[in-house]
């Protein structure tokens, strides 16, 4: 049975960890993202690696004029169709106190442009009774802090659409999984200060991939996240609004 | 473009800098660093010294720039991004027929660097250095985006040229043909030093190479193992799962006793009549690659590896050298003896036809005082110590191994005219000072 991921935000350092994975296990790989050239030059890898179809294709989360395209490119595959999405921006907070218009295009990257296209998408998974969406939210999602808060609000709105989406797919034999990845080793992360506890973006890859096979529901990757956001999350407001965790 | 402050060092542990490491994820990223901030490439930190160190300064690392770009699976050429490790690319490209043409002792070496340093396998008496199969590379210098094709003055300041021209951002490979994945290897006892020469000598298998015994003295110099192979198709088990060395090792592990009691088994091993073996490709190229860290068995002080090759006609002045080690007693399990071509491809290339010979030492004042002595054993046999492992070198006498540095350096100020490209190594050696 042939397999296809549709990877979304396909240059970023977890992403390529996916495709290079998939590839090496004979699953073809849709290249999704703005740079065409450095696509191009993960598709070749992904065909040498084993992806009997590897291509890179136009996408831009502000754009939905270009998802028609893709929808058309995944309805064109066949066997079954596993989606990933790696997408996401997260401006500094002092440039969105400086100018509150970034807010639009943070929550436009983060979850409303894959949204889209998912919600366009998801209708194929359901007519053909199988396939994945992977959707790579964030621990920032899980409550809100005064560092990221609008990344954050946005992850956490998707983490919301996701579990719907999860509702809705499960009946058709099609499933969700949330991803909410700690501190990952990428070019987002590196050299920023207060990094702990860093996973290689391979690590990451290998945990989506277990929790595919498993079907799980929520993940998080390296797994001890699950406990540090535990307490984060028990913490009383009172008490949490006074903190700069 | 954010940077990292990092302490790194080199694969003998020996040095170590600091400074702000940028690593760049696509190519694009990597071009606007070397324009705006630009700094030595470094790639898997597997050379031993401080060719890849850049104390105070920034260096761009090159390891998650590590594509395959292009294959022409009829001509077997390869076009990769210079981050790719050569141990990826032998696992990928095995199966289809084709191998990287030189493949050095690890295969955790990128690419970039196997260019930069112009690295040598055991396959070298046919097939030359790295560099004799790169047909082109894009550089990028303080010029911006270069090409440089081979045969041109840029290639060959650059191809063995420890990244002084600019960054290797990506290289076209000719590939070499293989029968299969797998390496049929045959395995024969050597006695002694002479032994040794001669079965070098009268070699004609594709890959060879001698382990010795660096530790035997009197009649059994020169003892040890020699390796000869051929690619080869069929079954083997798959390879084991690497290990790895969880800590620093304490001072007796690699003591003279246990090192002597160690190379008699290892050398015993092997039946008198010799023997042939399948090994999976991996495991005869890379077979340290087993052992993730396998430095820290020399402990916190780090070794230093020292590495000479001296022409044909000076092979006694070589079997003294190698006397020399056995009597102070020093050294390591890792020693070998193999016979280069005049195969190189840079000017600042280290490979010269005749005998080089490898020991690793653990680093103290004595192995430091005994290095010295090598090294000018080297420099009066008319050969040349590998910069690639060396962190003891003294400049005036690596000058003179490496006659072309003046004319190289040359070049490479047109290339890195504000010194941008120095590494602690340049600094200790003074090899770009344009005389």
Known sequence: MSETWLILGASSAMARALARAVADGGASVLLAGRDMADLEAQATDCRLRGAPVAEAVAFDARDAGGFDAIRARAEATEGTLNIAVFVGSMPPQEDIDADPGLIDGTVMDSFTGPARLVQMLAPILEERGAGTVVGVGSVAGDRGRIGNYVYGAAKAGFHTYLSGLRNRLTRAGAHVVTVKPGFVDTAMTWGIEGMFLVAPPEKVAQDILKAVRKKKNVIYTPFFWQFIMLIIRLIPEPVFKKLSV | ?435
Request: aromatic fraction near 6%; proline fraction near 5%; charged fraction near 20%.
């Open chain 2, 1 to 435: 473009m954010h940077t990292k402050t990092l302490t790194y060092r080199g694969w003998g542990r020996v040095h170590e800098a600091t400074g702000e490491v940028a690593r760049p994820e696509r190519q694009r990223a990597l071009a606007r660093i070397m324009g705006e901030t630009p700094g030595p490439a470094i790639g898997n930190l597997r050379s031993y010294g401080d060719v890849c160190l850049n104390d105070g300064g920034m260096a761009v690392d090159m390891t998650r720039l590590d594509r395959m770009m292009a294959l022409d699976a009829e001509a077997g050429v390869l076009t990769v991004e210079a981050g790719v490790r050569i141990g990826d690319l032998a696992r990928v490209l095995a199966p289809k027929g084709w191998l990287p043409a030189v493949m050095p002792g690890t295969g955790f070496a990128t690419v970039g660097g196997a260019i930069a340093n112009d690295v040598h396998g055991k396959n070298h008496h046919h097939a030359g250095s790295f560099g004799q199969h790169v047909r082109e590379m894009t550089v990028l210098t303080a010029k911006g985006t270069e090409t440089a094709q081979a045969g041109s003055e840029l290639f060959e300041a650059t191809v063995g040229g420890m990244g002084q021209t600019g960054a290797i951002a990506t290289a076209e490979l000719q590939l070499l043909p293989t029968k299969g994945d797998v390496m049929m290897v045959t395995e024969r006892r050597i006695t002694d030093w002479d032994e040794h020469l001669s079965y070098l000598d009268a070699s004609t298998a594709t890959y060879t190479v001698g382990w010795i015994d660096a530790t035997a003295t009197g009649a059994a110099l020169g003892r040890g193992i020699l390796e000869e192979a051929e690619t080869g198709a069929g079954l083997v088990p798959p390879q084991k799962r690497a290990k790895t060395v969880p800590m620093d090792a304490p001072g007796f592990a690699l003591s003279p006793p246990v090192v002597r009691l160690f190379n008699g088994a290892y050398w015993r091993r092997v039946p008198v009549r010799g023997r042939t073996v399948v090994k999976p490709i991996g495991e005869f190229f890379f077979p340290l690659d087993k052992i993730h860290d396998w430095n820290r068995l020399y402990g916190k002080a780090g070794f230093h590896q020292f590495q000479c090759v001296v022409p044909l006609s000076e092979a006694d002045a070589l079997r003294a050298m190698l006397e020399k080690i056995a009597k102070a007693g020093v050294a390591s399990p890792l020693a070998v003896l193999k016979r280069m071509g005049p195969g190189r491809a840079g000017m600042m290339s280290f490979p010269m036809e005749g005998y080089t010979l490898a020991v690793d030492f653990h680093a103290d004042a004595v192995t430091e005082r005994l290095v010295a002595e090598l090294e000018d054993a080297t420099l009066a046999a008319g050969g040349r110590i590998y910069l690639a492992k060396d962190s003891l070198g003294r400049a005036e006498v690596v000058q003179q191994m490496y006659p072309d540095h003046g004319k190289w350096a040359r070049i490479v100020a047109k290339h890195d005219p504000e010194g941008a490209m120095m590494t602690d190594l340049m600094r200790r050696l003074q090899l770009r000072n344009v005389a």
